[in-house]
């Protein structure tokens, strides 16, 4: 951490902007009621106390025992503790006046002395005692000149967006702040959404402007996606089943569907544009893992872009042995495409459907025969519609989808937007139906049956192979 920054308390944050704020800096926070602005300010003061330093939290909008509450139930942090031990000081000003405010000004210069970082929250509701906005200014430019230029402070100056309008506060704020960061609370695809803009920031790089963020579990903000490498690489472990279901092969999945996918459904898995193929494998291949490792079968026939190869591939990603690979799983290649002699590839040739399907349903119930357990198909509709009429891809889908229910396995459908006809059927023919998509570089993936809020989809290679971590926006 370069010397002369101080860092948020927030990790991504720190790391977008370069170590933190630059040290004696005026950062305006601003945003509508209910976007965070008070978890951002107080997890600020926080980081400091927690580094040892001495943190000021001045409050016109709560008063002290309702502030404490508040910090405490959204860090999870002892606040309560910090404020006996005197390094973290809170000024209740709910009940100030007009004419009580030089005497305001006085005791936040006295208790600043000595601290390191200090929060105004809010700037809003203090500048209403002021009817005069050069009253407001004046009283702007002593928290500049007197408590951060003299005395170093690193301030927080909350402030209030009016619905409807873009600035801060009176506006007057913006320009003579160091930084300013907006937080938004807005709707993707009719489900909460946050996000927050750094539109300035003095003295720090800027290679992301607009970042995802979450209240859960405090503040805390995304990174656009970035793979992470597998150091020492495991098998994978695997998940029970519960009563009725199949895991997905992810806790965090299990937990957002009640437990898993149930048996006997056709999950339909929609794919945006932007979504890359080894980003839709971190949700797709656990599920797949999860039924190798019981000893079931997969059948996977691959979305465009993907081919043989990667499936085998992705089962390795799991720990399989070659052995196991081509006991358990299927994957069609098409005749007139060089592919290997070895059991686990199904040669077809890709050009009647009707064919080419029931040699592809022989291999499911052979699986089923020799394992007597159900299977997994995996389908990339956009690779079977690419070669055969919609038509007869809906007849052979199906005919998947009662194969699925008569022998309680599972069918999981990979859509991507190149086939809208296609999607609409499939949608409504799904029992499941999530959506991986993405914002400001940050993987979401959200249910639509059933209908969940969104999830931030991060990268986690703690246990020697690529698993997905959710984290709901809330």
């Known amino acids: 951490m370069i010397k002369d920054l101080v860092p948020t308390g927030i990790e991504a944050l720190d790391e977008i902007i370069g170590g933190g704020f630059q040290k004696g800096s005026l950062i305006l926070l601003a945003g509508n009621p209910g976007t965070g602005k008070t978890t951002f300010a107080a997890q600020f003061i926080c980081k400091g106390v927690e580094a040892g330093e001495v943190g000021v939290y001045v409050s016109f909008a709560e008063d002290k025992d309702t502030l404490i509450r508040n910090m405490e139930k959204f860090l999870g942090r002892d606040c309560e503790k910090y404020v006996k031990s005197g390094r973290c000081k809170i000024l209740d000003m709910i009940t100030v006046k007009k004419e009580g405010l030089p005497a305001i000004l006085d005791l936040i210069l006295a208790e600043t002395v000595g601290a390191k970082r200090l929060v ?5 509701a203090m500048a209403q005692a002021f009817k005069d906005p050069i009253e407001v200014r004046i009283i702007l430019h002593t928290i500049l ?8 402070c690193t ?3 909350v402030c209030e967006v009016p619905i409807g309008e873009e600035h801060a506060g009176l506006g007057m704020e913006e320009f003579v702040a160091d930084g300013v960061i907006l937080l938004k609370a807005s709707e993707l695809d009719g489900r909460p959404f946050r996000d927050l803009e750094i539109r300035k920031l003095r003295g720090s790089p800027l290679p992301e402007k607009k970042m995802v963020f979450t209240l859960s579990g405090g503040f805390k903000v995304f990174q656009p996606f970035k793979f992470k490498p597998v150091e020492k690489p495991a ?3 695997p998940i029970d089943d519960p009563p009725g279901k199949f895991s997905t092969g992810i806790p965090d999945l299990d937990r957002l569907l009640d437990g898993g996918y149930p048996r006997s459904a056709t999950v339909l898995f929609e794919i945006d544009e932007q979504i890359t193929t080894p980003q839709y494998h971190l949700i797709v291949s656990p ?3 999860n039924f190798g490792a019981k000893g079931r079968g997969t059948i996977v026939i691959p979305s465009m872009g993907m081919d043989y190869k990667v499936a085998l591939e992705e089962a390795k990603k799991g720990g399989f042995t070659e052995d196991v690979i081509d006991n358990l799983l299927r994957v069609p290649s098409f005749e007139f ?15 009647n459907l009707r064919e080419d399907s029931q040699k592809i349903f022989d291999e499911a119930y052979e699986l089923i025969r020799k394992t007597g357990k159900p299977t997994l198909s995996i389908l990339g509709v956009d690779r079977v519609a690419s070669y055969y009429r919609e038509e007869e891809v809906l007849k052979a889908i199906n005919i998947g989808v009662t194969i699925t229910r008569v022998n309680k396995s599972l069918l999981m459908l990979l859509l991507k937007p190149s086939y809208p006809k296609l999607g609409k059927i499939l949608r409504a023919l799904a029992d499941i139906h999530l959506k991986l998509t993405r914002e400001h570089g940050v993987l979401i993936l959200y249910g639509i049956k059933p ?6 989809v991060e990268m986690d290679v703690s246990q020697g192979y690529p698993l997905a971590k959710l984290t709901p926006i809330t």
């Open 451 to 456: 209908r969940t809020c969104l999830y931030v």
């Open 155 to 157: 301030t927080l100056l």
């Open 287 to 289: 599920t797949a893992w």
């Open 235 to 237: 098998k994978f472990k």
């Open 120 to 124: 105004i929250d809010s700037f809003s």
């Open 145 to 152: 000149s007197r408590i951060v230029r003299q005395s170093g």
């Open 337 to 351: 495409m060089e592919a290997l002699e070895r059991p686990s590839i199904i040669r077809v040739k890709g050009e």
